[in-house]
């Protein structure tokens, strides 16, 4: 949207996954300024066009729920890890040299040995999506390094503000959260509520995603970015709770599914990116969740239903998760 409204010529892949939170609505204020291709990225020859004439490729495409991955690991390695292969020789091929800068995640750490995790921390990812984007951020580089493309790996930590997908489930807390207390429910905190998370509002990453399109072969290809500061999941809870006039959360016990893939607490060091880029984040988390929050009273219809109250998750039915590993 930030593009479009800026000038820019704007191309939007997207196959529009079921359970991956695709929504048309989020583009009506941009609509006629953009063109909108329903089209997997792992068939980028099918585009090819669209890839000579690209000088700045922003590939956040892929699935974040890490529930979902545990589900259908198999579905999972297709959408975060080989269609991103594909995609890429692509891009190799009828753009070389383009500029990418790809969404990764804060999962490829796993429990966090330290705080704040930078990006010298081991990897060990806990569940299966965590695996295929530590794939997918190492296509990236590799390409790189082989000179055939330009990439930045962002490694993003919770992302919460305007058009999340709040009507479903599996998406992560923040969306939870934010889908109960817009519908007066009780907000759950499964643990003791003092795991700690930075949050980071969605217009402060896509600054992010601007600067590192922007710049050419950085030293750090690789960059952890966060929130302004750490908060307990208590914290969150109460915040966005008390902003939205819904009941006081509670604490609950972990569902299994969802212990057994718990990384505790953690929190981001932005060091390397504010010196790589110059960006640090600039907006608080009582005023990210002020502006989301208005944003989705006046939206409401096109983002959450009276139903959705009891969200049903579209993957749930299909296979049970895999065991934890020992």
């Not at 704007?10 to 991956?20: E, H, P, R, Y």
């Not at 704040?116 to 390094?145: C, R």
């Not at 993003?156 to 503000?161: A, C, I, S």
Request: charged share 20%; proline share 8%; glycine share 8%.
């Amino acid at each position: 949207m930030r593009l479009a409204r800026a000038g820019a010529r704007v191309t939007l892949i997207d196959s529009m996954v079921a359970g991956c939170g695709a929504n048309p609505h989020n583009l009506d204020p941009v609509a006629d300024d953009v063109n909108l291709l329903q089209r997997d990225i792992a068939d980028a020859a099918d585009f090819a066009d669209v890839l000579r004439s690209t000088e700045v490729i922003f590939n956040i495409a892929g699935e974040i729920s890490h529930i979902h991955s545990m589900q259908q690991p198999w579905r999972d390695a297709e959408l975060n890890a080989t269609a991103h292969l594909r995609f890429l020789d692509q891009c190799a091929r009828f753009a070389p040299g383009v500029k990418v800068a790809y969404a990764g995640t804060r999962q490829i750490y796993g429990v966090p040995r330290y705080l704040p995790v930078d990006e010298t921390h081991p990897v060990q990812p806990v569940d299966f999506n965590g695996i295929h984007k530590y794939a997918a951020a190492g296509y990236h580089l590799l390409y790189s390094g082989m000179g055939r493309i330009d990439a930045v790996v962002l490694n993003l930590t919770n992302v919460y503000g305007p058009r999340m997908a709040l009507h479903l489930p599996c998406q992560g807390f923040l969306g939870g959260f934010l889908r109960r207390a817009l519908l007066g429910q009780t907000i759950e905190i499964f643990g003791d509520g003092l795991q700690l998370r930075d949050p980071v509002y969605v217009e402060d990453v896509v600054d992010a995603f601007l600067l590192a399109g922007s710049v050419e072969a950085p030293e750090s290809r690789t960059l952890n970015l966060g929130g302004p500061g750490p908060l307990t999941l208590a914290c969150i809870a109460g915040a966005i709770g008390a902003a939205a006039g819904a009941p006081r959360p509670v604490l609950c016990p972990f569902p299994e599914e969802r212990k057994r893939i718990d990384i505790g607490s953690y929190t981001s060091d932005s060091t390397r990116i504010r010196e790589t880029l110059g960006w640090r984040p600039v907006t608080r988390f009582a005023d990210g969740i002020a502006a989301t929050l208005e944003f989705y009273r006046e939206e409401m219809p096109h983002y959450l239903q009276p139903e959705d109250a009891r969200p049903v998750c579209p993957l749930e039915e299909a296979h049970e998760p895999l065991p934890a590993a020992v």
